[in-house]
């Protein structure tokens, strides 16, 4: 157990439709990152946050936004879902001293 | 060309047999991932290195950063070490970079 935890475990759509999927970091680390696993595609990085401010962003579509609250928590929005969306969507934490990422157990996402 | 290549995209070994997975790069990079990942699909860090070599338990990654690679040991192999293994070096000290992964599958 990695001490990230993500939320909800699978979800289901259908296109054109709009989620988010929640993330809790390690206690303590401040940045948060998420990744998209597509079959085609492979893992890719999405955006980091550190400590409320986005520190740096990857291939995220338009469609999609992301945040990071206060508690250090983060939210990944995705709208006007598309079959291609379908994938499975991790976040991982870091220490502020460190570079190491620990990951959570993913979101997988189906669309319909 | 990818920027991150690993070989084999596909291993099989006996239990017991030595395991080599090579990872190459072609970016700048300041440490490098080891990750793994089962068939249920959760991702697990293994490593993260700079230099030189780590080792823990039956597990040894080494990385060259002159030359760019970097490679995962498996001693010992066993049928729960069968798993697909990731490349993942670190640019700008945040950003994964992914390889494309090599599935491992130990056979008793």
């Known amino acids: 157990d990695s001490g990230v935890t993500q939320t909800p475990k699978h979800l289901i759509t259908a296109t054109g439709q709009r989620v988010t999927l929640r993330c809790s970091p390690r206690?303590?680390?401040?940045?948060v990152y998420w990744y998209q696993q597509s079959l085609d595609q492979g893992l890719q990085f999405l955006i980091q946050?550190?400590?409320?401010?986005?520190?740096a962003k990857g291939n995220i579509l338009e469609r999609f936004s992301a945040q990071q609250f206060p508690d250090l928590h983060s939210e990944l929005n995705l709208s006007s879902l598309e079959l291609g969306d379908s994938a499975l969507y991790f976040c991982?934490?870091?220490?502020?001293?460190?570079?190491?990422?620990?990951f959570g157990p993913g979101t997988r996402l189906t669309v319909l | 060309k990818n920027e991150v290549e690993q070989s084999p995209q596909n291993l099989t070994a006996q239990e017991g047999e030595f395991i080599t997975i090579n990872c190459s790069y072609s970016?700048?990079?300041?440490?490098l991932h080891w990750l793994q990942q089962h068939p249920g699909g959760g991702i697990v860090s293994l490593f993260m290195?700079?230099?030189g070599k780590k080792k823990h338990g039956r597990l040894i990654a080494t990385i060259n950063i002159q030359e760019k690679h970097s490679s995962l040991h498996i001693t010992a192999s066993h049928p729960r070490d069968s798993a697909v293994y990731i490349c993942?070096?670190?640019?700008?000290?945040?950003?994964?970079?992914f390889g494309t992964g090599t599935r491992l599958q130990v056979f008793p």
């Open positions: 946050y550190y400590n409320g401010e986005e520190r």
């Open positions: 991982a934490s870091s220490a502020p001293w460190g570079n190491e990422q620990f």
């Open positions: 993942a070096p670190l640019v700008n000290t945040d950003k994964l970079i």
């Open positions: 970016v700048g990079i300041s440490a």
């Open positions: 290195l700079s230099s």
């Open positions: 206690s303590g680390d401040l940045s």
